[in-house]
């Protein structure tokens, strides 16, 4: 039996798991929704649901990967009871991981040849339909697409062959600075640009008028939606860092940082992107076009445009990297935990088996494009991003949190006392009956309105 690997240091558990949260979302969806729902009057109703649903269940991820010292293949069996099943959720929580990988190694690769086509001027001087030209040229490009997803895989696995300490916690945490000190540099020089100011109003000061005519409603699903999936919770990606630390600290102070960093990196990038589409008079509302279409159209006019626009989407292609080596490392720790084989036999047989499982995906998009799960003009991408946001991350949050406050589980004693275990903030005993009966409920509901939006 080899003993459970652990983190260095704290700063290294914090960036870690923030690096697992921290995700193209934050940077890509988190802008173009709050410009979508009004701006500001957003920003604060998201703020709200992070704090209401985001800490408590990062915490009890937490805890069960911290009590268990196991992947989250193994967590729930060392927990429960003899003869519960709540350990078949392990199986599920794995499946969901090998899902999110499928098409985000995919996604990282779209950052990265970005990075590569704006740092060699591919951009300078054309017009806005090259620009959006170039993004649909991609697409239909099997093999640059390829390239640069196997770069991905292999790079993403090999850091984490080196180890916890050596490999993933040394690697974040250089990706992870680097990453906070260019959005930094990122919007200043944003918040500069003339005209910039009047972006600054639009997402951070709330306009409640706007969020009326858009629907109230509507805005505090959107809000409560985008907290949920931002954190990445419900297939233990959180649990699996939760393994590798000590008892120093309580768990819900834990949680609460990496939630700020989290957001830090959200409002940042609002900070990056609003300004610089108000300055140079785009929409803010124009969807997942934003980062390859109207962005690089923005950088196109800028002044020093093509060193901003590399460093854009080398920050871009460090936050999906940081997601990767993270969800990478969940994997290989659940494969060493059933098997039993080492930890590079575990990344070595991943590279491939990830490129394999990654290529539909970047078929989809031309060579498989025939096949549209969803109707007209959707792809295998949308069916993998459904079946991880819609349906593994809900449902997983549903079980763990199930499994940490029912008696027929591992229990809210067992957990609370894990959570409060070390020093800091301690997670109130008055939490347990909103997290037993309206948490539950509040999940149940942010998964049926993903299943009505999708299919009615």
Request: hydrophobic share 50%.
């Amino acid at each position: 039996m080899n003993q459970r690997e652990t983190l260095g240091s704290r700063l290294g558990f914090i960036l870690l798991s923030a690096g697992c949260a921290i995700g193209i979302g934050n940077v890509w969806k988190f802008p173009y929704i709050t410009g979508q729902y009004g701006g500001g009057a957003f920003v604060l109703i998201y703020l709200f649901f992070l704090l209401a649903m985001g800490v408590p269940m990062m915490t009890l991820e937490f805890a069960i990967g911290r009590a268990s010292r196991k992947s989250p293949l193994l967590a729930c069996k060392v927990l429960e009871k003899p003869g519960q099943k709540w350990h078949l959720h392990g199986y599920m929580a794995m499946a969901g991981n090998y899902l999110l990988m499928m098409f985000y190694t995919t996604v990282a690769g779209w950052m990265l040849h970005y990075f590569y086509l704006t740092a060699k001027g591919t951009f300078d001087g054309i017009s806005v339909t090259e620009v959006e030209n170039t993004f649909s040229t991609m697409l239909t490009q099997p093999q640059i697409m390829t390239f640069w997803m196997i770069f991905v895989v292999i790079v993403g696995f090999l850091i984490c062959s080196m180890g916890v300490q050596k490999g993933v916690e040394k690697v974040t945490k250089v990706v992870m600075i680097a990453l906070l000190l260019l959005i930094v540099l990122l919007a200043v020089h944003s918040i500069t640009l003339k005209g910039g100011t009047d972006g600054l109003k639009f997402f951070l000061l709330p306009d409640f008028k706007r969020m009326y005519d858009i629907g109230i409603g509507t805005t505090i699903v959107a809000a409560m939606n985008q907290a949920f999936f931002t954190l990445s919770l419900g297939m233990g990606s959180m649990a699996i860092f939760g393994s590798y630390i000590g008892k120093e600290h309580s768990l819900c102070g834990e949680s609460v940082r990496v939630a700020l960093l989290d957001t830090f990196v959200a409002i940042v990038s609002g900070l990056i992107i609003f300004p610089a589409c108000f300055s140079f008079g785009v929409d803010a509302n124009s969807g997942p076009d934003l980062i390859f279409i109207t962005l690089p159209n923005i950088f196109n006019h800028m002044a020093g445009g093509r060193i901003w626009g590399s460093m854009f989407f080398i920050f871009m292609a460090f936050a999906a990297f940081s997601t990767v080596i993270a969800v990478f490392e969940t994997i290989i720790s659940c494969c060493m935990d059933l098997t039993g084989c080492s930890r590079k036999k575990a990344a070595f047989v991943n590279i491939f088996l990830m490129i394999v499982l990654s290529l539909p995906c970047v078929l989809g998009f031309n060579m498989l494009s025939g096949i549209q799960p969803f109707g007209k003009g959707s792809n295998l991408m949308d069916l993998e991003d459904f079946l991880v946001s819609n349906l593994a991350l809900p449902l997983g949050s549903l079980i763990y949190l199930l499994f940490c406050v029912s008696r027929r589980g591992w229990g809210w004693k067992n957990f609370s006392q894990e959570a409060n275990t070390g020093k800091g903030l301690k997670l109130p005993n008055k939490l347990r009956f909103y997290m037993t009966w309206i948490l539950p409920f509040v999940i149940i509901i942010i998964f049926l309105i993903g299943i009505k939006d999708k299919f009615f």
